[in-house]
């Protein structure tokens, strides 16, 4: 069995082994591709913009991973059109149901693109032009495959010109008018013709030779050859339908055993039955049956001395009894008390959630669907959606309350995490203080919650907008407390910060915990969301265009949970759908910094940490920089040593040290500049540069001086001086160690009128 899916990116370690095989397949098929093409692959997919198309990789596998065959589409949404780069099976039959699979799915991608055309090459199919037999059955064989779609070479142009009088067995270029089937124009073709041989040969053709190519396409409409192989009217019709990946949907097959029947108890199996119903409707989803995962994965992100009192306690209760919690410690927290209906308030954070029997082996259940959810998107998937009850965004590290007992979007996070960083988006009514008690100290999980004020909603005593994060968390946990009534424009203006957050924090992975108690009319909220507006919040959180994982919180109102959850999962998906058709720039820049100059007490600390994290300092260096911010903070100014910090969400991301240099009229020395190993290769540090220079410049400074060292591992430090135009004075050999030298580099920096000062 075989599918065929989209590469989005080599991010995912099963991408870069689907990446891997694909050139493994271009090497064996293709003896005359250079090395440097056949790797050009992963580049194009990293830097789409390197040649101005935007590149679209569909691969064939089987589903053990194994690649059967690749199409590689080149989109120009400017000009308006396709380009099929390469499409190969691994067998070589190009002719057989793979080859033709991969081709109708490159059709459906570019007519759902709207291009005016696909185009591509194909080798000659004539004895004249092509001498070898076997290359020439090949070609035979490859054109009448795409002749059964309607596409068919350009005649009457130099296109197959020679560009050296050596060149033999020159390409034709083949369109296919895809739906439309219409004319292909002069005006549009020549405009094609110089973008492919401009961009994709550059290295190969002249201007003079593009010219010439170009200006051969006379004919309006531009003729294409006549049929040869098959009868027109045995054409194949389009293939246009939708083209999205369906999301791979993951059901809690044990939910239901976890069923409270007790009065007022809103968190009940038709939950899910409700929102399956609109679901198993839409031909959105796909299901996948959950895995078992180890209990490691659980105690990456609770308490063992928690998960065995949950297990044992739940498994004590009698069938069909609940044990509520009713005494909670505020003191002697270390002597938990053994009277087990005493002991389920040491670890809860409330009144109303029971343990019971079955507890425990749905909440576990809803782990694994989780970590089911996120290994899909590990594998590939753009989306999985954990459809889970009990939630699981109010368990913390060692507590479960609010009716969750293992949080479930926190355990898919901390999966992913060991992937690259991850974002939790965290949409339901109440506070998800689970996610940010269990990341709270960490920089790699950024963890953002939308919810009701706590002042009036649960969890009550968490979930202000002044929790930042501790640590070197510091700045990575974003809480967005909302107003008592709430609609659908208001919380979507809320949304944008925490997506704009995201954003900055540029994440590989996100994970959404979807509440859809922000509806209208439900029982534990206060806000009045209808279905259109979770659509248009899925399209917004679709908008990022990430990997995501989307975990079921809470939404008790069982009249509107399917519709609204549906609705929300169509924005998502056509949001998703097109970012991927739409060009946009690698966001590598950081968005949401702050500088400042004045210096405090905490900066001593800070500034040790970030210096020692770099790994470029020896202790004494690391010392020395903390030693000059207290003697910044002793003498002031008249320490001579001045400061810029790059502040992003409250965490130091870098900063600069720098002073005037004694007995000179304006030179200045830069004594430190430094960023967060997490922050580097994101334009702080020259963001930090440029606005330290401004500074020196307003101080009536005329040269920057800063010096650094010769040792290999200090390359990377001199090209960023010198792209940021520093001249190397001098060279000091020798200066810190045998083979160590001190490279001087200074700047003279310019006036307002561009003159450099004197």
């Known amino acids: ?41 992963g580049e194009k997919l990293r830097n789409p913009f390197k040649q101005r198309f935007r590149p679209i990789l569909f691969v064939a596998e089987s589903m053990k991973g194994r690649v059967k065959g690749f199409a590689l589409l080149l989109h120009e949404p400017e000009i308006g059109f396709a380009y099929l780069d390469w499409i190969a099976t691994a067998t070589g039959r190009s002719g057989g149901g793979l080859g ?42 490859r054109l009448r495959f795409y002749e059964r779609y309607g596409a068919r070479p350009v005649v009457n142009t130099e296109y197959e010109l020679p560009v050296r009088p050596e060149d033999t067995c020159m390409p034709h270029l083949v369109y296919d008018g895809l739906a439309g089937g219409k004319p292909l124009r002069r005006a549009f073709a020549r405009k094609v013709v110089r973008a492919v041989l401009e961009r994709k040969y550059a290295d190969l053709c002249p201007p003079e030779y593009v010219d010439q190519v170009v200006r051969s396409f006379r004919d309006d409409p531009v003729r294409l050859r006549e049929f040869r192989y098959v009868k027109p009217e045995a054409v194949v019709s389009s293939a246009a339908g939708r083209t999205f ?65 949950l297990k044992r306690a739940c498994n004590d209760v009698p069938e069909g009894k609940s ?92 999966y992913l995490s060991h992937y690259g960083r991850v974002a939790i988006l965290d949409i339901d009514y109440h506070h998800g203080n689970g996610q940010q008690d269990i ?14 004020h706590p002042s009036f909603a649960y969890p009550y005593f968490s979930g202000f907008a002044d929790e930042l994060g501790e640590g070197e968390g510091e700045g990575f946990n974003l809480n967005l407390p909302l107003p008592e009534k709430l609609d659908g424009g208001g919380y979507r203006k809320a ?78 998906a056509e949001a998703i759908e097109r970012w991927a058709r739409t060009r946009h720039e690698q966001k590598n820049r950081i968005h949401g910094l702050r500088f400042r100059q004045e210096v405090v007490e905490e900066d001593i600390g800070r500034i040790e940490k970030l210096v020692a994290v770099t790994g470029f300092f020896q202790a004494g260096e690391v010392e020395v920089a903390s030693e000059l911010v207290r003697e910044r903070l002793l003498k002031g100014e008249a320490s001579g040593y001045h400061f810029l910090f790059a502040e992003h969400y409250g965490r130091l991301a870098g900063y600069t040290c720098y002073g005037p240099i004694p007995c000179t009229r304006d030179g200045y020395d830069l004594y430190w500049i430094a960023v967060h190993p997490d922050y580097q290769g994101r334009g702080v540090g020259g963001q930090l540069l440029r606005l330290t220079e401004r500074r020196i410049r307003e101080a009536g400074g ?14 990377g430090t001199r090209a960023f001086y010198e792209r940021c135009g520093y001249s190397l004075e001098c060279l000091l050999a020798d200066f810190y160690a045998p083979g160590d030298g001190k490279a001087v580099y200074c700047k003279k920096l310019t006036g307002e009128t561009g003159r450099p000062s004197s």
């Not at 694909?22 to 440097?36: K, T």
């Not at 809103?266 to 796909?286: H, M, N, Q, W, Y």
């Not at 029971?354 to 590939?380: F, I, K, Q, S, W």
């Not at 005329?702 to 591992?713: A, I, K, L, N, P």
């Open 245 to 309: 990946e369906q999301i791979a949907l993951v059901v809690n097959d044990r939910h239901d055993i976890h069923h409270v029947a007790d009065r007022g108890y809103v968190e009940s199996p038709v939950r899910v039955s409700t929102i399956l119903a609109e679901l198993d409707k839409s031909g959105l989803f796909t299901r996948i049956p959950p895995h078992p995962f180890p209990d490691r994965h659980l105690l990456e992100v609770h308490a063992a001395d928690f998960v065995r009192f």
């Open 495 to 572: 949304l944008a910060r925490g997506l704009k957050r995201i954003e900055a924090f540029s994440p590989s992975f996100l994970v959404v915990a979807l509440g859809l108690d922000p509806a209208k009319g439900d029982p534990t909220g206060t806000w009045s969301l209808g279905a259109r507006d979770f659509q248009m919040n899925g399209e917004a959180v679709g908008s990022l265009g990430l990997p995501t994982v989307v975990v079921q919180e809470g939404g008790y109102r069982s009249r509107t949970l399917g519709r609204n959850g549906l609705s929300f999962f169509k924005g998502l």
């Open 100 to 141: 033709g699979a991969l081709y109708e799915r490159v059709r459906q991608e570019a007519e759902a693109l709207k291009v005016k055309g696909l185009f591509f090459e194909c080798l000659p199919d004539d004895a004249e032009n092509c001498p070898d037999p076997a290359l020439l059955r090949e070609n035979r064989s």
């Open 323 to 414: 044990l509520y919690p009713y005494v909670f410690p505020i003191r002697n927290k270390t002597r938990p008390p053994r009277e087990p209906s005493v002991l389920s308030g040491y670890y809860c954070i409330d009144t109303f959630t029971p343990v019971n029997r079955n507890a425990y082996p749905a909440a576990r259940r809803a782990v694994d669907c989780a970590l089911t959810a996120a290994r899909e998107v590990l594998h590939g998937r753009r989306l999985a959606y954990a459809l889970v009850r009990p939630p699981g965004h109010h368990a913390e590290h060692r507590s479960f309350g609010g009716f969750c007992y293992f949080n479930n979007s926190a355990a898919a996070a901390q």
């Open 439 to 452: 990341f709270y100290r960490r920089p790699d999980v950024l963890t953002v919650s939308l919810h009701g």
């Open 1 to 41: 069995m075989l599918r065929i899916r989209r590469i989005y990116d080599d991010v995912l370690p099963v991408n870069r082994e689907i990446l891997r095989q694909v050139e493994d397949i271009l090497q064996s098929r293709f003896d005359a591709v250079s090395g440097e093409e056949i790797a050009s692959i």
């Open 702 to 715: 005329g040269r920057v001086y800063v010096d650094t060292s010769q040792r290999v591992q200090y390359a």
